[in-house]
């Protein structure tokens, strides 16, 4: 009788259990479809060895893995297959983990304190307005200190007959002083056709870096002294002259409204730059041009180094270059009549003229280096654009459209006195009254006390803060009126070395009317145009008008004492009286004409210039005639405004 195989054992189980048997336990036709879903099913959910030859793939690293499975196993134990469905229940709960270990990471801190980081992100940015109004001023000081302390220095050497005849014999040095001179004065004539169309083409920042490269260009030039490098040197100069100090002004008081916005982040017309209350920023337009002023005097100071530490020692004592001047002060006749063609005992070297002037340039470079690096922008990117988009024509014409503001004409005259002083002070009073008593020698000494005193008084504009705005410009006015006096009726003693108080002294009070003179009219202009479109404009007529009547001095060089003192008596006279009516005016609310602005006719397409509406819409590139209108409005020129509330009236 034949042996029969042993019956396998029953389980519950596997009577249950759907899935098929293994081709090798249930042999039979037409089960070779179900022995290869078998073997999916056990290659995929029981994670077992592939057999040889089998496409099976690899499994992934990163995936979690199941113990193998055996297939006889899986006959056996079903529960194979739970283990695996818990596997796969794993691998659920721990892509949860990895998301949230994700939301951890990228999510927000705990700790994190909304309101504290934005207070810390705007005190950051005020921290750089300070920054940029330092670093203006800085080199401010710099540049003009350079300029004047180079110029003062090769005057002299070049006025010497024995420095002139041994170094320069045949290219006629004398003339080609008078020449840079001309240069210097008189191509700021034509300043108000060109600033502001410079200004707003390179921006406020490159304009400023562009005209401190041009006087450092002017110190360069003094290493080979020829006609063709000095005299063309001299004309950039005169060019750069307007445009650098209209965009200083244009950049201080831009400093003083974006610190104003920063410190009012969270106010309403901030977030939605909006014109900011009249008056709103007055507070910081006095500090900032106090402080820049307040540094810029000290360029008085600097530009006495050269001569101090250098030329000093070359130059023969007053009694010889003042034995020929019979008359000082009142009674004298052009500029210092009677001094010695000889004021150098010795010539300096050549290489330590090269040294000198290395060191010079050397500041100036670092005044360049100051604006590019630490000065930032004056405006936002989207603002300069539109400054510049409203048409070039139009720039060039608007300068003499803010002319018929009466505010700015009752000012004109304050801007002229204010060019007649500064260069009076560094000419007519330092030689025909300091030289001619003090003699050459003393004259950097007495043009530092003038220095030190403007700049110590330039922190009396603070009481701006408290007092009316007119004190501050009336003191200054009625310190120069006693001075020129003063001046008018004195007539020092040559050689007298005892006057040298009296001098000291009033070269200190000239210091002090000159910084109440110059804070005050730019704070004044800060406070009454208040509209970052119009300040540039607004400067560059402040500053043209101040060269116009440095040209002046210029040309009344050749003029008695009394005459000059004369004029510039009467020309303070006038200021004083215009500025008091124009305040008057103001005080009556009577209406004033500013000339309208035009709208930006840029094109807002795409990302080039970023907007709420239609900037980043479909269809904002393709659409015409209406869009069209409103992208192009019609340039108004000829239009102009009157402000319509007592608000926008008053100063």
Request: aromatic share 12%; with cysteine; glycine share 8%.
């Amino acid at each position: 009788m034949p042996r029969q195989p042993p019956k396998p054992a029953s389980h519950p189980q596997n009577e249950v259990s759907p899935h098929p048997r293994h081709p090798a336990t249930s042999p039979g036709p037409g089960k070779g479809s179900e022995s290869a879903r078998a073997q999916s099913r056990t290659g995929t959910q029981c994670h077992g060895p592939p057999r040889a030859g089998s496409t099976h793939t690899k499994a992934r690293p990163d995936t979690i893995q199941a113990p193998p499975c055996p297939e006889a196993a899986m006959e056996k134990d079903p529960s194979c297959y739970q283990d695996a469905a818990k596997m796969v229940a794993g691998d659920g709960s721990s892509a949860e983990g990895t998301e949230t270990q994700l939301d951890d990471f990228v999510g927000a801190h705990p700790d994190y304190n909304e309101e504290e980081e934005e207070q810390k992100y705007y005190r950051r940015k005020r921290l750089g307005v300070v920054k940029n109004v330092l670093a203006a001023s800085l080199a401010g000081t710099l540049t003009y200190g350079v300029y004047l302390g180079l110029l003062q220095m090769q005057l002299i050497l070049h006025y010497d007959e024995t420095y002139r005849e041994v170094k320069y014999s045949n290219i006629q040095l004398e003339d080609i002083d008078r020449k840079v001179l001309m240069g210097i004065n008189v191509t700021p004539v034509a300043a108000l056709l060109y600033t502001p169309v410079l200004i707003r083409f390179f921006g406020t920042k490159w304009a400023m870096f562009l005209a401190v490269g041009i006087y450092a260009l002017f110190v360069s030039s003094n290493y080979w002294e020829r006609y063709y490098t000095l005299v063309p040197s001299a004309v950039a100069i005169g060019v750069a002259i307007v445009p650098l100090w209209a965009s200083m002004g244009n950049y201080i008081t831009r400093m003083a409204q974006k610190y104003y916005e920063y410190v009012n982040y969270k106010e309403e017309h901030v977030q939605e730059q909006q014109r900011a209350p009249r008056g709103a920023c007055n507070t910081y337009i006095i500090i900032f041009q106090t402080v820049f002023y307040t540094c810029f005097h000290l360029s008085f100071v600097c530009a006495q180094m050269p001569m101090l530490f250098f030329l000093n020692n070359y130059l023969y004592q007053l009694n010889h270059t003042l034995f020929g001047v019979k008359h000082c002060g009142t009674l004298s006749h052009g500029t210092l009549p009677g001094f010695n063609k000889t004021v150098l005992q010795s010539l300096p070297r050549s290489i330590n003229l090269i040294i000198v002037e290395s060191a010079l340039m050397a500041a100036a470079f670092l005044a360049m280096l100051v604006v590019l690096v630490l000065c930032g922008s004056a405006y936002r990117p989207t603002e300069e654009i539109d400054l510049r988009s409203i048409g070039w024509g139009n720039i060039f014409q608007l300068p003499f459209k803010h002319m018929r503001d009466y505010r700015l004409r009752h000012l004109f005259p304050l801007f002229i006195y204010s060019g007649f002083e500064v260069l009076f002070v560094c000419t007519g009073f330092s030689l025909n009254y300091g030289v001619c008593a003090l003699g050459l020698e003393n004259l950097a000494y007495l043009l530092m006390a003038y220095g030190f005193s403007a700049s110590a008084c330039s922190s009396l504009a603070l009481c701006m803060l408290r007092l009316r705005r007119q004190i501050l410009l009336l003191a200054g006015a009625l310190v120069h009126a006693a001075l020129l006096v003063t001046l008018f009726c004195w007539a020092p003693e040559p050689r007298h070395l005892v006057q040298a108080p009296l001098l000291y002294s009033i070269a200190v009070l000239w210091g002090m009317g000159s910084a109440l003179n110059k804070t005050g009219i730019s704070i004044l202009l800060g406070v009454l145009y208040e509209d970052k479109e119009r300040q540039d404009f607004v400067f560059t007529i402040y500053h043209w008008w101040q060269a116009l009547a440095i040209f002046t001095v210029y040309l009344w060089s050749g003029l008695p004492m009394k005459a000059k003192l004369s004029i510039m008596l009467l020309t303070l006279a006038v200021a004083v009286g215009a500025y008091l009516w124009m305040e008057h005016k103001v005080a009556q609310h009577v209406a004033y004409r500013l000339p309208r602005i035009p709208r930006p006719r840029h094109k807002m397409h795409g990302y080039r210039y970023l907007e709420e509406d239609d900037s980043d819409e479909t269809g904002s590139e393709g659409d015409g005639g209406k869009d069209d209108n409103d992208e192009h409005p019609t340039e108004a020129t000829g239009g102009d405004e009157l402000p319509k509330d007592d608000g926008d009236q008053l100063g």
